[in-house]
């Protein structure tokens, strides 16, 4: 399996500084004496020492690392608007690949899929390293970086100058390839990633036609998150997997609530990793998911992070991975139920041909539409967002914003006319600049539920 490391380069990046002189020995000790699944040996943790000790703790755990203050301090919250181009770099087989954001620099730009990085400013990539060429994309909002790159994994050669802006990135993203919308997850993050699933599967029409989730970059997140995700969609008392510790062992079982009953193609590949492996091991093994692409990592283990006493945090594995029936997860990792060539991998329209074909040889049990027509709801005051979607009247350039607004705690699809416009005078006079640049948006929806403009929708 391949050497893989991911940086957010549409986030504030950062870059490890020299660990502290001094860092506090003992206690990192005890922690990984006493939290580690197995017992490490006693002559590696007393090797530990301050000038190595990056070495001495991937020895003992290939997961551990000592975050400093600064790197804290560095790191933004999760989801937070940052700086850059709007990617996502890492390396694979010689190789350093970008992999953009939506709305960011490079999104608007026109790169929207993977990309290999040939130039930056001039300098060839294959002779940086990946700190070295992260630190020449990072720069002030508003400059400007040249680069030279060709589509992944084979293509033709072009040069984009970009500018360094803001952003927000988005928990979950939406792509269209073609006629069927994708919702690509990259990360599941704590009390995030299940409301911004949610309200996207929503938006494209639950039921009405196939989901199709994009976890060829998940590389992990948080397992308890990607269960409650997996939740979503498995009938109660369904067992969807869990975590062993060195004194216990958990496996967690979906709770009764309102479920997704509509057809769910899972794209998978070598990046699908950790928690974004739980979630599709689950569906896969309920029957409740096709899954299509490549063999996912197989990351059996997951982290967590103590704070030390001198500001500083130890992150360390605390525990292996358990799938579905209980059993420990395989280094193998998931094996897809349609396997494609690697080379197509990345060809997300193709996927989705794929994935459709596959579901039309086995269709799984969607839902049914409500008897309502869309015109009785309106005539009865009850026409909301998420009843336009449902009828496909809803126009394509308010899916960024349903999104947008469900990463504020806005439900727009649940919103009605009087609704969208409150929250439209609330946003413009909004302090808050997050939701104050949603104003013109919503305003512009308001008024097209008022005139009646999704009468006129296909």
Same mark, same amino acid.
């Given at each position: 399996?391949?050497?893989?490391?991911?940086?957010?380069?549409?986030?504030?990046?950062?870059?490890?500084?020299?660990?502290?002189?001094?860092?506090?020995?003992?206690?990192?000790?005890?922690?990984?004496?006493?939290?580690?699944?197995?017992?490490?040996?006693?002559?590696?943790?007393?090797?530990?020492?301050?000038?190595?000790?990056?070495?001495?703790?991937?020895?003992?755990?290939?997961?551990?690392?000592?975050?400093?203050?600064?790197? *804290?301090?560095?790191?933004?919250?999760?989801?937070?608007?940052?700086?850059?181009?709007?990617?996502?770099?890492?390396?694979?087989?010689?190789?350093?690949?970008?992999?953009?954001?939506?709305?960011?620099?490079?999104?608007?730009?026109?790169?929207?899929?993977?990309?290999?990085?040939?130039?930056?400013?001039?300098?060839?990539?294959?002779?940086?390293?990946?700190?070295?060429?992260?630190?020449?994309?990072?720069?002030?909002?508003?400059?400007?970086?040249?680069?030279?790159?060709?589509?992944?994994?084979?293509?033709?050669?072009?040069?984009?100058?970009?500018?360094?802006?803001?952003?927000?990135?988005?928990?979950?993203?939406?792509?269209?390839?073609?006629?069927?919308?994708?919702?690509?997850?990259?990360?599941?993050?704590?009390?995030?990633?299940?409301?911004? *699933?949610?309200?996207?599967?929503?938006?494209?029409?639950?039921?009405?036609?196939?989901?199709?989730?994009?976890?060829?970059?998940?590389?992990?997140?948080?397992?308890?998150?990607?269960?409650?995700?997996?939740?979503?969609?498995?009938?109660?008392?369904?067992?969807?997997?869990?975590?062993?510790?060195?004194?216990?062992?958990?496996?967690?079982?979906?709770?009764?609530?309102?479920?997704?009953?509509?057809?769910?193609?899972?794209?998978?590949?070598?990046?699908?990793?950790?928690?974004?492996?739980?979630?599709?091991?689950?569906?896969?093994?309920?029957?409740?998911?096709?899954?299509?692409?490549?063999?996912?990592?197989?990351?059996?283990?997951?982290?967590?992070?103590?704070?030390?006493?001198?500001?500083?945090?130890?992150?360390?594995?605390?525990?292996?991975?358990?799938?579905?029936?209980?059993?420990?997860?395989?280094?193998?990792?998931?094996?897809?139920?349609?396997?494609?060539?690697?080379?197509?991998?990345?060809?997300?329209?193709?996927?989705?041909?794929?994935?459709?074909?596959?579901?039309?040889?086995?269709?799984?049990?969607?839902?049914?539409?409500?008897?309502?027509?869309?015109?009785?709801?309106?005539?009865?005051?009850? *026409?909301?967002?998420?009843?336009?979607?449902?009828?496909?009247?809803?126009?394509?350039?308010?899916?960024?914003?349903? *999104?947008?607004?469900?990463?504020?705690?806005?439900?727009?699809?649940?919103?009605?006319?009087?609704?969208?416009?409150?929250?439209?005078?609330?946003?413009?006079?909004?302090?808050?600049?997050?939701?104050?640049?949603?104003?013109?948006?919503?305003?512009?929806?308001?008024?097209?539920?008022?005139?009646?403009?999704?009468?006129?929708?296909?």
């Amino acid at each position: 399996m391949y050497r893989c490391l991911f940086w957010l380069l549409g986030i504030l990046l950062f870059l490890p500084p020299a660990l502290a002189a001094e860092p506090p020995l003992e206690e990192i000790r005890e922690i990984l004496r006493t939290h580690l699944p197995e017992p490490p040996r006693e002559s590696r943790l007393a090797a530990l020492s301050p000038d190595k000790l990056e070495e001495g703790l991937k020895d003992i755990d290939p997961h551990a690392r000592l975050l400093t203050r600064e790197e *804290l301090h560095e790191s933004p919250p999760g989801g937070g608007q940052g700086v850059g181009i709007g990617g996502e770099l890492f390396f694979r087989d010689g190789q350093l690949i970008i992999s953009p954001y939506q709305e960011g620099s490079l999104a608007r730009a026109g790169v929207t899929r993977r990309v290999v990085l040939l130039e930056v400013n001039g300098s060839r990539a294959q002779d940086l390293s990946l700190e070295e060429a992260a630190a020449m994309l990072l720069g002030p909002p508003g400059t400007r970086v040249r680069l030279r790159m060709h589509t992944f994994p084979q293509g033709e050669e072009f040069e984009k100058t970009l500018t360094r802006r803001s952003f927000r990135p988005l928990q979950v993203e939406m792509v269209q390839p073609g006629d069927q919308a994708v919702l690509r997850v990259r990360s599941f993050e704590a009390g995030r990633t299940r409301s911004a *699933l949610k309200a996207g599967i929503q938006f494209i029409g639950a039921g009405q036609s196939p989901v199709f989730i994009d976890l060829r970059e998940a590389v992990g997140g948080d397992l308890y998150e990607a269960l409650d995700c997996a939740s979503m969609f498995l009938p109660s008392g369904s067992s969807m997997g869990g975590m062993e510790r060195r004194d216990s062992r958990m496996v967690v079982n979906s709770p009764g609530e309102k479920k997704f009953a509509g057809s769910v193609v899972l794209l998978v590949g070598p990046d699908t990793a950790s928690a974004a492996e739980v979630f599709a091991a689950a569906l896969g093994h309920h029957g409740r998911a096709l899954l299509v692409g490549r063999p996912t990592f197989g990351k059996c283990s997951t982290q967590t992070r103590i704070k030390l006493s001198d500001g500083s945090v130890l992150q360390f594995t605390n525990g292996l991975i358990l799938g579905p029936e209980g059993d420990k997860c395989s280094s193998a990792g998931l094996q897809p139920h349609i396997t494609v060539p690697e080379k197509k991998l990345f060809d997300t329209a193709w996927l989705v041909s794929r994935g459709l074909a596959g579901l039309a040889k086995d269709a799984l049990p969607g839902e049914t539409q409500d008897e309502y027509s869309l015109e009785r709801l309106a005539g009865e005051g009850r *026409l909301t967002v998420r009843s336009m979607r449902a009828w496909d009247r809803l126009p394509v350039k308010y899916v960024r914003l349903v *999104l947008d607004l469900a990463e504020l705690n806005l439900d727009l699809l649940g919103a009605g006319t009087e609704q969208v416009k409150s929250w439209a005078a609330r946003a413009a006079d909004s302090n808050d600049p997050a939701l104050a640049r949603h104003a013109q948006e919503l305003e512009s929806l308001a008024g097209f539920m008022s005139a009646g403009g999704w009468e006129k929708q296909n």
